[in-house]
């Protein structure tokens, strides 16, 4: 039997390193690895919503919900606060809620979070976001203020 020489071994050495270093750039799910959530945005639980009501000022509404995620130059009657997660590699959910003023006063809103209804338990909190919207689906859903 022949002994392989020092530059067969050399690249021997580069092949193996190679497959390993293109191996960890694979999406194959290695069992047991864990997967960070993800969190953007403002959290947007049922209890804030709920805080609400017609005739709040904007800064009431900054209070109650922080600062908006989008407030548009050219609308600034209208605020945006955009919530998305996505658990342990598991697809993203999203949560979207608009809000539109008049003189400076909130008059409706917009999305996909709705107030719980007086007396009822409330089963979102902001570890637990209530039902957001389904991927691919954008329509926006009238929140009636009481």
């Not at 020489?5 to 750039?25: D, F, G, N, R, Y």
């Not at 290695?30 to 904007?58: C, F, H, R, W």
């Not at 709705?114 to 009822?120: F, I, R, S, Y």
């Amino acid at each position: 039997m022949n002994n392989p020489t020092p530059m067969q071994k050399l690249l021997t050495t580069l092949a193996l390193c190679a497959s390993l270093i293109l191996a960890a750039c694979s999406t194959v799910s290695i069992p047991g690895q864990y997967k960070i959530d993800i969190q953007q945005g403002n959290v947007i639980s049922q209890e804030a919503v709920a805080k609400l009501k017609p005739g709040m000022t904007k800064s009431q509404v900054r209070f109650a919900l922080g600062t908006p995620l989008l407030v548009d130059v050219f609308h600034q009657d209208r605020w945006d606060y955009i919530y998305s997660i996505q658990r342990g590699g598991q697809e993203r959910q999203q949560r979207h809620l608009s809000l539109f003023f008049a003189d400076d006063k909130l008059t409706r809103i917009e999305g996909d979070v709705q107030p719980a209804a007086k007396g009822e338990p409330s089963a979102a909190s902001p570890a637990a976001p209530a039902t957001p919207s389904q991927p691919g689906t954008d329509a926006a859903v009238p929140i009636p203020l009481p």
